[in-house]
Antibody, heavy 121, light 112 residues
Framework: EVQLVESGGDLIQPGGSLRLSCAASGFTVSSNYMSWVRQAPGKGLEWVSVIYSGGSIYYADSVKGRFTISRDNSKNTLYLQMNRLRVEDTAVYYC???????????????WGQGTLVTVSS | DVVMTQTPLSLSVTPGQPASISCKSS???????????LYWYLQKPGQSPQLLIY???NRFSGVPDRFSGSGSGTDFTLKISRVEAEDVGVYYC?????????FGGGTKVEIK
């Protein structure tokens, strides 16, 4: 059974840093495309970042240069390092597996339960 | 960027009655490989999104057959043949023909 369990969300001051984790089971993180998707309070879904099985990495413009996605293959875990946090980064952060029925694109077939990041002074 | 527009914003449905949600994209989601990259998700209250439909009309594993997807090009529809209480939540369409994937604004479905 595929499971994704996020952790690491917290209340943090603007300018601070936080690292989110997403522990996977039932499949191998390094063999899949893995993404972070966020949802601000009462708002819709926004893609944040992806790491491909081959290691290519992409970010939304809103987080580029501040966030870093990575994975630890030995722990089968996905991470999101978030630096220079802003009030507008406040959201529930979901990790999601990106299933690639085609080699060049993907969609999200499994999601974690989410972890809340609140950026406020 | 591909803009995804959903209508209506909200829907109140009597149990057992049908419901329909529209999703329109600003560009065709048909790729030269013959696939159309349109998906539907349901986010139940307090839960994470769950995949319902992939590539326009394919139900994901475990999704009841009262859910169906249709459409082509830029116009797509999610239909629920007979709404049940457990179907409440916000429905999102998503495109991945152009990366990064982009979501519609959501349609909230409530029970009358």
């Amino acid at each position: 059974e595929v499971q994704l369990v996020e952790s690491g969300g917290d209340l943090i001051q603007p300018g601070g840093s936080l690292r989110l984790s997403c522990a996977a089971s039932g499949f191998t993180v390094s063999s899949n495309y893995m993404s972070w998707v966020r949802q601000a309070p009462g708002k819709g879904l926004e893609w944040v970042s992806v790491i491909y099985s081959g290691g290519s990495i992409y970010y939304a413009d809103s987080v580029k240069g501040r966030f870093t996605i990575s994975r630890d293959n030995s722990k089968n875990t996905l991470y999101l390092q978030m630096n220079r946090l802003r009030v507008e980064d406040t959201a529930v952060y979901y990790c999601a597996r990106g299933w690639h029925s085609s080699s060049w694109t993907y969609y999200f077939d499994y999601w974690g339960q989410g972890t809340l990041v609140t950026v406020s002074s | 960027d591909v803009v995804m527009t959903q209508t209506p914003l909200s829907l109140s449905v009597t149990p057992g009655q049908p419901a329909s949600i529209s999703c329109k994209s600003s560009q065709s989601l048909l790729h030269s490989d013959g696939k159309t990259y349109l998906y539907w998700y349901l986010q139940k209250p307090g839960q994470s999104p769950q995949l319902l439909i992939y590539e326009v009309s394919n139900r994901f594993s475990g999704v009841p057959d009262r859910f169906s997807g249709s459409g082509s090009g830029t116009d797509f529809t999610l239909k629920i043949s007979r709404v049940e209480a457990e179907d409440v939540g916000v429905y999102y369409c998503m495109q991945s023909k152009q990366l990064p994937p982009g979501f519609g604004g959501g349609t909230k479905v409530e029970i009358k």
